[in-house]
C-alpha cells in the first residue's frame, strides 16, 4: 500500500471514510481541511485516526488558493481527491459556487502533484454525473445502460450545474494526466452514496438527503426521481483499492442498485412506521411543476428527470476493484440510526 496518502477534504462524508481506512490499513494520511482551527472539522478525524496503526496529520488547503496544496502533498506516494462543492438545490450562480472551485481546485492540486516528484498515482473523485446530466441521456445509451465509456453532454452552468462542475473538474484532470508519464489518473464514479456519517456533520448533501425523508420536509410526499445508489463504505474501499491496485485504470462507476425516493420512502416506512414523518405518496409530475421554482429547480429539470429510469453498469468497480456491493436497504438504514442517534430526527 502507498504511503503516505493525500486526502483533500478530509473532513467531508465521503472522505472521512476514506482517512479511516486508510488508517486501519497502516497508511500515514496527509488529511487537507478548509481551516485548521475549527476543532469541529478536526476533532472527529483525529478521533478515527485514535488506536489505529496508520498516522494522521492535517493540513489546510483550500480549492481556490493557488499553492495551498503544495505542504499536504509534499512526500506523498499517491493523492486521493476528493474536496468539491457538492449540493443541487438553491443554486444562485452555478459558475461562482459549484464550476470555479470544482475546475480551479482539480487544478491547483494537479500543479502540487506536478512539483511533487514522489507523487506516483492520483485518484480523482468523480461522479456518474460526470457521465449523465438528466435521467432521460439514457434514452441516448446504446443498450439503455450508463457505462464509463459516456461523457455528460447535457449538463451547463445553468442547467445541472454541480454535474458540469464534476464534468469539467474530472476532463481537466485527463488532459493533465495525459501531458506527462510520471503519475497516472484513476477516477471513480460515485452514484449517490449512502450510509453513516462518521462525523456526525448534518450539513453535506447525502446526510441532509436522508434527514428530508425522516423529518417531515418530505411529508407531503416524495419527488419521484431515481439515482443509482451506493454505500459510502463501498465508496471508500473503491477509492483506497484504486491506490492499492498497481493495474487499476481509467474510469470506475461506483454504484449498487437503481432507486427512486419512494423506494428509499417504503424502506424508512417498514422499519420505522409511523415513529417519524416519511413520505407516504408520491407527489404528481404536474405538481412538480408548480413546486420546482420553490425549491430551486427548472421546468427542465422536471421534465428531464422525473419517473424516468437510470442503469449502470458497475461491472469494471467489482471485476477490477474487487467491490461487492452492500444492499442500498443497508447503507440507507444505517445512515438512518446514525442520525436518530445523533438527535438530528425529531420523532411524531
Ligand atoms: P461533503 O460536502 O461532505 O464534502 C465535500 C468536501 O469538499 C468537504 O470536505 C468540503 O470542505 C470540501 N470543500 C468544498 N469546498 C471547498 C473549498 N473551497 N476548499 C476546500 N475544500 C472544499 O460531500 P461528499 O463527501 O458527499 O462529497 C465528496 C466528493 O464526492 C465530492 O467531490 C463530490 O462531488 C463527490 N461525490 C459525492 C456523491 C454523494 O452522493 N455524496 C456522489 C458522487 C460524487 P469542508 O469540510 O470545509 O466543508
Known sequence: MPSPVCVTGASGFIASWIVKTLLEAGVTVHGTVRDTAREDRTRPLEALAEGTPGTLELFDADLLEPGSFGPAVAGCEAVIHCASPFFVAGVRDGQKQLVEPALRGTRHLLDAVEETSTVKRVVVTSSVVAVYGDAKDIEDMPADVFTEEHWNRTSSPSHQPYSYSKTVAERAAWERAEDQDRWDLVTILPSFVLGPSLTGRLDGTSTDTVLQLLDGRMKSGAPDLRFGMVDVRDVARAHVEAIRRGQASGRYIVSAESRSFPDLAVVLREKYG?????????????????????VGFSWKFVRRNVGIDVRFDNGRSQRELGISYRPVREALLDQAERLIELGAVRTE
Open 274 to 294: 409511523d415513529r417519524f414523518p416519511i413520505p407516504k405518496s408520491v407527489v404528481p409530475k404536474p405538481m412538480l411543476y408548480v413546486l420546482a421554482p420553490f
